[in-house]
């Protein structure tokens, strides 16, 4: 005789819902604990579309329709409020059509909010979610308006999100202050293993800015989950990170946008395809999976991207699948596929004065390094001590367990 099991649907129900929504980010806990903070005054906003809650509501319209809020300005980071300006393109001052609220940019020719910008803001508000490397716009975005802030006492609130990739592994020389620029302003490595909060606060006593700063924690999150293990929905933080698998790779990949190989923007797998017309995609795969580097293979693939670099040509490189992402180290993963690039087609790659690989590295040595026939090994012992030391700072400044 069979038996069958019967499971509570109140169990599964409960077990469904922990899934589902584990983690509360910043926006959430503010609304439901810290709304006080806001309450009376004059608010700005900087943000863009990840800025929702695990609803997909937007803090735009949250704010926007709460009656005891009064929001008075948007602020936009590159690709604007809404996300729909591609990398680099400058977005101008609009009003927000479905608000009605002014719109100012942060990226392109004013970086940091003015005081005519401020001129109705009594508090400032960041609620952007950041991909966890050094070499991305929304992190400095945040430290210029926290400049700004400190400079027109006006007090800035973080509302903190996750780091996709965790908060534990930490990789990648330190920037070099000669290199420093919007993808790259502090001393920090290029995988920092932080939150958007974490970071304002490292960036707010260690590097001097001064704010009257104030973190809104999350709740229910530890520093080794992953994105995927938060249960919140993940919105695409720029139009070429469409994914949180993307974030993995955007640390090692993203050096690639410093040299001749395309880093594939214009196809469907931006960072995960990588490649040039003048790859044979068999021998760089080949060579890679050889070098059995922890928690990633790579496949022989070939694509034309519909723009940026090789726009319209047949490309030839790989597609990468990290396959663990504890054991995958993002950092040294980029630096040998550049190696691997650079001494199989010695001809044909080039470094590119536009994208500097310098800026994305964060110091001039490691190119020369390549160049001279160093090992990835080698590049990794010559930034350890300062990687380490970086480490100890860091611990200061971490908000979880």
Excluded: C
């Excluded at 931006?270 to 050889?290: C, H, T, V, W």
């Excluded at 059995?292 to 040509?313: D, E, I, Y």
């Excluded at 930034?383 to 970086?390: G, M, P, T």
């Excluded at 860091?394 to 367990?401: A, I």
Aim: overall charge negative; cysteine-free.
């Amino acid at each position: 005789m069979l038996t069958f099991g019967i499971v509570s649907s109140k169990s599964v129900t409960a077990d469904s819902e922990k899934k589902k929504h584990k983690v509360s980010p910043g926006i959430e806990v503010l609304l439901k604990d810290d709304k006080n903070v806001l309450s009376g005054k004059k608010v700005g906003l900087i943000t863009n579309p990840t800025g929702i809650d695990s609803e997909l509501t937007s803090i735009v319209d949250l704010l926007h329709d709460d009656p005891d809020i009064q929001l008075t300005a948007l602020f936009g980071p590159e690709h604007g409020v809404r996300g729909d300006a591609q990398a680099g393109a400058s977005v101008e001052f609009y009003i927000d059509e479905k608000t009605g609220l002014p719109v100012y940019s942060l990226y392109g020719k004013t970086k940091k909010p003015t005081p005519e910008m401020l001129k109705d803001v009594e508090v400032l508000v960041f609620d952007i979610q950041d991909v966890g490397t050094r070499f991305y716009t929304y992190i400095y975005t945040m430290a210029y308006a926290m400049e700004a802030a400190k400079e027109n006492d006006i007090p800035f609130i973080v509302l903190d999100r996750p780091n996709p990739q965790g908060g534990v592994s930490v990789e990648g020389p330190i920037l070099e202050p000669e290199f420093s620029s919007f993808v790259g302003m502090y001393p920090i490595p290029l995988k920092h293993g932080m939150t958007v909060g974490e970071l304002a606060t490292l960036f707010n006593k260690q590097f001097k800015i001064g704010a009257d700063l104030k973190v809104i924690k999350m709740k229910g999150w530890n520093r080794d989950m992953d994105y995927d293990d938060t249960g919140l929905p993940f919105v695409l933080p720029s139009p070429n990170i469409p994914t949180v698998s993307t974030t993995f790779v955007y640390p090692a990949t993203g050096l690639i946008e410093g040299t001749n190989v395309s880093e594939g923007r214009g196809t469907t797998k931006p960072f995960e395809l990588i490649g040039a017309p003048y790859i044979n995609s068999d021998e760089l795969a080949g060579k890679l999976n050889a070098l059995r580097l922890p928690g990633v293979k790579f496949r022989a693939a070939s694509f034309t991207p519909t723009f940026s670099k090789h726009a319209g040509k047949l490309s030839h490189g790989v597609e990468i699948y990290v396959s663990d992402r504890k054991k995958f180290k993002a950092v040294p993963t980029g630096l040998h596929i550049i190696k691997t690039i650079h001494d199989l087609y010695p001809d044909d790659f080039e470094f590119l004065q536009a994208n500097n690989f310098s800026l994305l590295i964060g110091n001039g040595w490691v190119r020369g390094k390549i160049e001279d026939g160093a090992s990835v090994n080698e590049i990794m012992k010559e930034y350890e001590d300062d990687l380490d030391a970086f480490k100890k700072v860091r611990k200061k400044y971490l908000l979880y367990r």
